[in-house]
């Protein structure tokens, strides 16, 4: 019994040893899907200083058991700074750190593969050299060596550009652009990689542009073009970066104002029925001949006030409710254009004093017309009467039975002084003690300078009554300022 089991326990052990043997794994490079066994020895070839090679590895299991990757290193300890493990195309390693026994291991079934990249940097001319060591089962290592070569050559107008040399544009005006074409020259024996590009940033004034961009590499004794556009956004001096392989280059390039657009002289129209406080008028902008070119203009509204104290009228406005309009030109068009429309309105107010309307266009003079607003008499928009209105008992003249007017009005001069009430009765006669006249001018003054109403004002009066108020059916109103005196409607209960 004893020899029976010796014998099952040594041929266990040997069927494990070679069940270990045989979990080989072998390193190949894959280019256009085609894979090439790799020996001892990988050469990146001649490599253009500035530019990159990027090799793709393959390891396979080609045995029949799982293997783990616990391992994979470009140049020992001492990483190395031309060689480097960039991305491995499996998920697992991809955009990862490369395994190591610190870090974890990845598996590899029997038959499937683990594919990686390894990237060559020439950083300088010559021959570096590091050892890729890879252990998944067994350990393989692969000697890596690549040659930097000198580079293409940047030229410009045929002269080649040293590193950090600026690369100047002459001004170019806001809008347009400017090219300068740079020549990437092969000027060595050797077919060369074109370097990496990094173009300024985004949004700014300069681009690139050209087959450069799209080729991956210059034959012997040719180049290829790369193309830099300075497309001013702004009036002034503008720089930016260029960065070609392992040489920078300043962009230089001065903006310069777009000169206004051509247009033919404008002219105002305004059309007011009175020139008179309180109207509503509109105002259009023709242009002298058909105009050649297409933009915006504006006519701005400056009140210069005819009352003395009086600086300006809040209520003199476009339809905007502000003192400047915008208006279109197309090309081709003989008149302005508001917001869609052939005209904008404008208030005139409640002061006397003059309309200042200002319309510029491109680079015309300003051209100026006044419309004059004459002192008035004051104006009565509305007038309302009650009876026996609720008053503060406080007053002496509130008593439960009364007549209230109420009359709404304008003063463009801002000088009312007297009042005049007249009541009267159902056959026309005047009810004594009518008229009665007020003195107002302390109180219309004191009302104005507080008042961000312009010459607008709405006055109450209330009268006691003794007696019956329904006698009341009528009054009327007489109010003067510096220019005479109005007198209401009929007002009637």
Same mark, same amino acid.
């Given at each position: 019994?004893?020899?029976?089991? +010796?014998?099952?326990? $040594? =041929?266990? #052990? @040997?069927?494990?040893? &070679? !069940?270990? %043997? /045989?979990? *080989?794994?072998?390193?190949?490079?894959?280019?256009?899907?085609?894979?090439?066994?790799?020996?001892?020895?990988?050469?990146?070839?001649?490599?253009?200083?500035?530019?990159?090679?990027?090799?793709?590895?393959?390891?396979?299991?080609?045995?029949?058991?799982?293997?783990?990757?616990?391992?994979?290193?470009?140049?020992?300890?001492?990483?190395?700074?031309?060689?480097?493990?960039?991305?491995?195309?499996?998920?697992?390693?991809?955009?990862?750190?490369?395994?190591?026994?610190?870090?974890?291991?990845?598996?590899?079934?029997?038959?499937?593969?683990?594919?990686?990249?390894?990237?060559?940097?020439?950083?300088?001319?010559?021959?570096?050299?590091?050892?890729?060591?890879?252990?998944?089962?067994?350990?393989?290592?692969?000697?890596?060596?690549? +040659?930097?070569?000198? $580079? =293409?050559? #940047? @030229?410009?107008?045929? &002269? !080649?550009? %040293? /590193?950090? *040399?600026?690369?100047?544009?002459?001004?170019?005006?806001?809008?347009?652009?400017?090219?300068?074409?740079?020549?990437?020259?092969?000027?060595?024996?050797?077919?060369?990689?074109?370097?990496?590009?990094?173009?300024?940033?985004?949004?700014?004034?300069?681009?690139?542009?050209?087959?450069?961009?799209?080729?991956?590499?210059?034959?012997?004794?040719?180049?290829?073009?790369?193309?830099?556009?300075?497309?001013?956004?702004?009036?002034?001096?503008?720089?930016?970066?260029?960065?070609?392989?392992?040489?920078?280059?300043?962009?230089?390039?001065?903006?310069?104002?777009?000169?206004?657009?051509?247009?033919?002289?404008?002219?105002?129209?305004?059309?007011?029925?009175?020139?008179?406080?309180?109207?509503?008028?509109?105002?259009?902008?023709?242009?002298?001949?058909?105009?050649?070119?297409?933009?915006?203009?504006?006519?701005?509204?400056?009140?210069?006030?005819?009352?003395?104290?009086?600086?300006?009228?809040?209520?003199?406005?476009?339809?905007?409710?502000?003192?400047?309009?915008?208006?279109?030109?197309?090309?081709?068009?003989?008149?302005?254009?508001?917001?869609?429309?052939?005209?904008?309105?404008?208030?005139?107010?409640?002061?006397?004093?003059?309309?200042?309307?200002?319309?510029?266009?491109?680079?015309?003079?300003?051209?100026?017309?006044?419309?004059?607003?004459?002192?008035?008499?004051?104006?009565?928009?509305?007038?309302?009467?009650?009876?026996?209105?609720?008053?503060?008992?406080?007053?002496?003249?509130?008593?439960?039975?009364?007549?209230?007017?109420?009359?709404?009005?304008?003063?463009?001069?801002?000088?009312?002084?007297?009042?005049?009430?007249?009541?009267?009765?159902?056959?026309?006669?005047?009810?004594?003690?009518?008229?009665?006249?007020?003195?107002?001018?302390?109180?219309?003054?004191?009302?104005?300078?507080?008042?961000?109403?312009?010459?607008?004002?709405?006055?109450?009066?209330?009268?006691?009554?003794?007696?019956?108020?329904?006698?009341?059916?009528?009054?009327?109103?007489?109010?003067?300022?510096?220019?005479?005196?109005?007198?209401?409607?009929?007002?009637?209960?």
């Amino acid at each position: 019994m004893t020899q029976p089991m +010796t014998r099952a326990t $040594g =041929l266990f #052990v @040997l069927l494990a040893a &070679a !069940a270990c %043997a /045989s979990a *080989q794994v072998t390193l190949s490079t894959v280019q256009g899907g085609v894979a090439t066994p790799t020996g001892q020895l990988y050469n990146f070839s001649s490599v253009a200083l500035g530019s990159v090679a990027d090799v793709d590895f393959r390891l396979t299991n080609t045995g029949p058991a799982p293997v783990y990757l616990t391992y994979l290193n470009v140049g020992g300890a001492t990483p190395s700074p031309y060689f480097s493990v960039v991305c491995a195309l499996s998920p697992d390693l991809c955009g990862g750190t490369p395994p190591s026994p610190e870090t974890g291991t990845i598996l590899i079934n029997p038959t499937l593969t683990l594919d990686f990249t390894v990237q060559f940097q020439a950083l300088q001319l010559g021959s570096p050299s590091a050892t890729m060591t890879i252990t998944a089962g067994n350990t393989l290592s692969v000697f890596l060596t690549g +040659t930097a070569v000198q $580079g =293409l050559t #940047v @030229l410009q107008n045929g &002269a !080649a550009l %040293a /590193s950090q *040399q600026p690369i100047s544009f002459p001004s170019v005006q806001v809008g347009s652009s400017q090219t300068i074409a740079l020549m990437l020259a092969n000027q060595t024996n050797e077919l060369l990689a074109v370097p990496t590009v990094v173009p300024p940033p985004a949004g700014g004034s300069f681009t690139v542009a050209g087959s450069a961009l799209s080729a991956t590499s210059v034959p012997a004794g040719s180049s290829t073009e790369l193309d830099v556009i300075f497309t001013p956004a702004a009036a002034g001096l503008q720089k930016a970066t260029l960065t070609i392989g392992l040489n920078s280059y300043t962009l230089r390039g001065t903006g310069l104002a777009a000169p206004p657009a051509d247009f033919p002289m404008p002219s105002i129209q305004v059309n007011l029925a009175t020139p008179a406080s309180a109207q509503q008028g509109t105002l259009s902008v023709s242009l002298a001949e058909a105009s050649a070119a297409s933009g915006p203009g504006t006519v701005t509204l400056i009140f210069q006030s005819a009352v003395e104290g009086v600086s300006g009228d809040p209520t003199v406005t476009f339809a905007n409710g502000t003192n400047s309009a915008t208006f279109t030109v197309a090309q081709g068009a003989f008149s302005g254009q508001f917001a869609g429309a052939p005209s904008v309105s404008f208030g005139t107010g409640t002061t006397a004093g003059t309309l200042v309307f200002t319309v510029t266009l491109g680079s015309n003079p300003p051209q100026t017309t006044n419309v004059t607003i004459p002192v008035a008499v004051i104006g009565i928009d509305a007038a309302v009467a009650a009876r026996n209105v609720e008053c503060d008992p406080a007053l002496i003249y509130c008593t439960t039975t009364n007549v209230q007017l109420q009359i709404n009005g304008w003063d463009n001069t801002r000088s009312a002084s007297q009042l005049v009430f007249s009541f009267f009765n159902s056959s026309g006669a005047a009810i004594q003690p009518s008229p009665i006249t007020v003195s107002a001018a302390t109180a219309f003054e004191q009302y104005f300078a507080g008042s961000d109403m312009a010459g607008v004002f709405g006055l109450y009066a209330l009268f006691p009554v003794t007696g019956d108020a329904d006698v009341v059916v009528a009054a009327q109103v007489q109010i003067t300022n510096s220019a005479g005196t109005v007198q209401s409607a009929s007002i009637t209960f």
